[in-house]
């Protein structure tokens, strides 16, 4: 069975600093990829790589048996790809519902269609509610789960979430994992870049660990938690 | 009854010839509906896609001069211009389009601002084509009266209008939109955000672009400096569009109502009317400070103004 996400030897240098230096790891059909490492260790970049926002300086990326390296960003997610952002951007002033509405149209054949997978979307992802707010006036924990429900409605096989749980309060957070267990139940493969490490050993099936640019790490949370480089990188070296 | 409405408010214009207005009060009425033309065509690009023009002259005076060109070189009707307009303009707006849609923010914006001067300059030097400084005159208009110039105009303004509704309300409209509100977020979501642009400026260019070349048969005579000027064709479009309304549907027809009717009236005033391009640009800062969404985007605003007045 061939990988859903092959990435290859990715390097990416911005000026004379490597962000990204021969990164290889790749993503099976159906799992939770958790993406991990200290401030600055390249993960935002690697998911601009994957997505399309900056071609890789060297490695390629495949998705589902094609090369996308080189791709920009709407034909990926037409291929099958879809993200959100790290600080969250909303289309401020439009409605919660058009917000998602726009993005359905990537599938959806007519408007009629669009807004009901919107919907649809919006009450999977418990936005429902708030479907009529201007997205710049929901709290941040609302708009977080936006950006999910954006990028779910745009059908994907792979959602790359970029800290879709940084900020949250307990009762959000419980609220976000269990939407994020119930898209893997739906058959998407996930990779999520998060620094709680509560949410990450709990939801993730494998997890890969950056620093300074480079695959410091790969394994299942057990063996993650007990690596000690990676308890190194984390916690500084002891004296 | 909303989806007539426009269709009402029309048939209603086209009745205005038979009250037997003064020639004056009729060119007024012609000046203030292609001027919501304009309005509805620069909205389009600047209030729904988020691309601010600061050179809309450039498509209307390409516009205007198509239809001076075909009559003073192919001694043709100049209304053959609409057409050619339509054609040329929209060549034009997918090679400008190619350089000018890669730059963001205020690079965009200069550019266009860039294009609209080049475009005049060119225009006053390009002597065997356009006659440069010296314009064209139409010798003979089409009609003495200006009723039936005032119909044309009226029905490529409900033209522009519909054509503009149904774009907006469509999947274009809610990429133009997204494209507005977050370019990189709208480009991770699938949208081609480059074609979509590229859509937005042609369709705009295009409609501009007719009004131009009915300019020039109504008027009967235009040159460089008039057809391409900055303030007065660029900056007016833009204006129109702020005092109205951007990203909505009526704003550009409020604004062209209230722009023209100041226009004449502040350079009716004695010493103060050379200076209406100042009382504009007041005008405008006082807009962005207190109605930046314009009279119709903030039309919720005023109402509670005028309520509270009435309360007290």
């Known amino acids: ?239 | 009854m909303q989806r007539y409405a426009p269709l009402a408010v029309a048939a209603l214009l086209a009745l205005v010839p038979f009250l037997g207005l003064s020639s004056y009060l009729m060119h007024i009425f012609i000046l203030v509906i292609m001027w919501a033309i304009i309005g509805m065509a620069w909205n389009l690009l600047g209030g729904f896609t988020g691309l601010v023009s600061f050179g809309h002259a450039a498509f209307f005076g390409l516009g205007a001069y198509c239809a001076a060109i075909v009559y003073h070189h192919f001694a043709w009707s100049g209304w053959w211009g609409l057409p050619l307009s339509v054609v040329v303009v929209a060549l034009f707006s997918l090679v400008m389009g190619f350089v000018v849609l890669r730059l963001r923010g205020p690079y965009f914006n200069l550019s266009t601002l860039a294009i609209g001067e080049v475009l005049r300059v060119t225009a006053q030097n390009l002597d065997k084509l356009t006659q440069g400084d010296l314009g064209i005159l139409l010798s003979q208009r089409t009609w003495t009266e200006k009723q039936n110039y005032y119909w044309v105009v009226l029905l490529l303004a409900l033209g522009t209008y519909y054509a503009v509704k149904a774009l907006v309300g469509s999947r274009r409209g809610y990429y133009f939109v997204a494209i507005r509100e977050d370019q990189d977020a709208a480009e991770s979501l699938g949208i081609n955000t480059t074609l979509n642009k590229t859509i937005s400026l042609t369709v705009s260019g295009v409609l501009t672009g007719i009004a131009g070349a009915f300019y020039f048969n109504y008027m009967g005579y235009i040159d460089p400096k008039v057809v391409f000027d900055l303030p007065g064709i660029s900056i007016l479009a833009i204006m129109i569009v702020m005092v109205g309304g951007a990203a909505t549907l009526t704003g550009p027809l409020v604004g062209s109502v209230i722009m023209v009717l100041l226009a004449e009236w502040v350079r009716s005033i004695p010493k103060l009317g050379a200076a209406h391009m100042s009382v504009f640009g007041v005008l405008l800062i006082l807009m962005i400070i207190f109605l930046p969404n314009g009279l119709v985007g903030d039309f919720g605003k005023i109402r509670k103004l005028f309520r509270r007045k009435e309360a007290a």
């Not at chain 1, 990537?106 to 979307?121: P, T």
């Open chain 1, 1 to 239: 069975m061939s990988a859903l996400l092959e990435v290859r030897g990715v390097s990416r240098f911005f000026g004379g600093l490597a962000a990204l230096s021969d990164v290889s790891f790749s993503l099976e059909q159906g799992e939770i990829l958790g993406l991990i490492g200290p401030n600055g260790a390249g993960k935002t970049t690697m998911f601009n790589c994957v997505n399309g926002f900056y071609p890789p300086s060297r490695g390629e990326v495949f998705f589902k048996g094609e090369r996308i390296s080189g791709l920009k960003p709407y034909q990926i997610c037409q291929r099958g790809m879809a993200r959100t952002f790290q600080v969250v951007r909303p289309l401020q002033r439009m409605s919660t519902l058009d917000n998602v509405v726009a993005s359905a149209f990537l599938r959806a054949k007519s408007r009629h269609a669009a807004v009901e997978k919107a919907e649809e979307i919006l009450k999977f992802t418990n936005l429902w509610e708030v479907r009529d707010m201007l997205s710049k006036g929901l709290p941040l924990g609302l708009r977080k789960r936006l950006e999910i429900a954006r990028a779910l409605a745009t059908e994907p096989e792979l959602l790359l979430l970029d800290e879709a749980c940084a900020g949250l309060n307990p009762s959000e957070l419980d609220e976000s994992i269990a939407i994020i267990r119930r898209i893997k139940e739906r058959g998407i493969t996930i990779m999520i870049i998060e620094h709680h490490m509560k949410v990450i050993m709990s939801i993730s099936d494998r997890i890969v660990v950056l620093n300074y640019g480079q695959k410091l790490a790969e394994g299942t949370p057990e063996q993650i938690s007990r690596n000690p480089q990676v308890i190194e990188a984390y916690l500084g070296e002891g004296e």
